[in-house]
T-cell receptor, first 114, second 112 residues
Framework: EAGVAQSPRYKIIEKRQSVAFWCNPI?????LYWYQQILGQGPKLLIQ????????DSQLPKDRFSAERLKGVDSTLKIQPAKLEDSAVYLC????????????FGSGTQLSVL | EDKVVQSPLSLVVHEGDTVTLNCSYE??????LLWYKQEKKAPTFLFML????IEKKSGRLSSILDKKELSSILNITATQTGDSAIYLC????????????FGKGTKLTVNP
């Protein structure tokens, strides 16, 4: 089966600019996650969708980050305006089951904010 | 606050060595502990340990959950250069909202 697709692979922007990331989960996976992984840290959950509804966005900096999952399939994560500390890898993941052993990650987008 | 701590943060070994990676946790409503291997960017699933399944083994890799000590170890025997990666430990901390809390990872380098 096809994996979780993300684009772009890399993005370099200047602070205060905006940026958007795209994710296409594995077909049939109802749950979609966006994680932020800063260099030297483990992934941190930003937002979790169940179909097109938000389950958990408690760690999403809502003053600058937004995410949507239209029609319960693809998702986009946006940062506006970006700060230096947003430099990180943004990982999208999807799952079909209740247990995390059914969780699959995409290859991520590496964002550098200069 | 939920916390997952891994040690060591980095480790350099020679091919053929055996390594043990550690993970300890302090979380509410523990449901499961997972190990992932991260090469480049995408973490890939290795094991899931629960109260009903505290030992897992796959080839040269094995993992044990110690519910009393709130910790887990990941063992890799006869290491190969292909084992070089970051190994992440994560805990399912709140069963209801399915929230994974990750440790910082252990960077393993296996030299030929």
């Amino acid at each position: 089966e096809a994996g979780v697709a993300q684009s772009p692979r890399y993005k370099i922007i200047e602070k205060r600019q905006s940026v958007a990331f795209w994710c296409n989960p594995i077909s049939g996976h109802a749950t979609l996650y966006w994680y932020q992984q800063i260099l030297g840290q483990g992934p941190k959950l930003l937002i979790q969708f169940q179909n097109n509804g938000v389950v958990d966005d408690s760690q999403l900096p809502k003053d600058r980050f937004s995410a949507e999952r239209l029609k319960g399939v693809d998702s986009t994560l946006k940062i506006q305006p970006a700060k230096l500390e947003d430099s990180a890898v943004y990982l999208c993941a999807s799952s079909s089951g209740v247990w995390y052993e059914k969780l699959f990650f995409g290859s991520g987008t590496q964002l550098s904010v200069l | 606050e939920d916390k997952v701590v891994q040690s060591p943060l980095s480790l350099v070994v020679h091919e053929g060595d055996t390594v043990t990676l550690n993970c300890s946790y302090e979380v509410t409503n523990f449901r499961s502990l997972l190990w992932y291997k991260q090469e480049k960017k995408a973490p890939t699933f290795l094991f899931m340990l629960t109260s009903s399944g505290i030992e897992k083994k796959s080839g040269r890799l094995s993992s044990i959950l110690d519910k009393k000590e709130l910790s887990s170890i990941l063992n890799i025997t006869a290491t190969q250069t292909g084992d070089s990666a970051i190994y992440l430990c994560a805990v399912d901390a709140q069963g209801g909202s399915e929230k994974l809390v990750f440790g910082k990872g252990t960077k393993l380098t296996v030299n030929p």
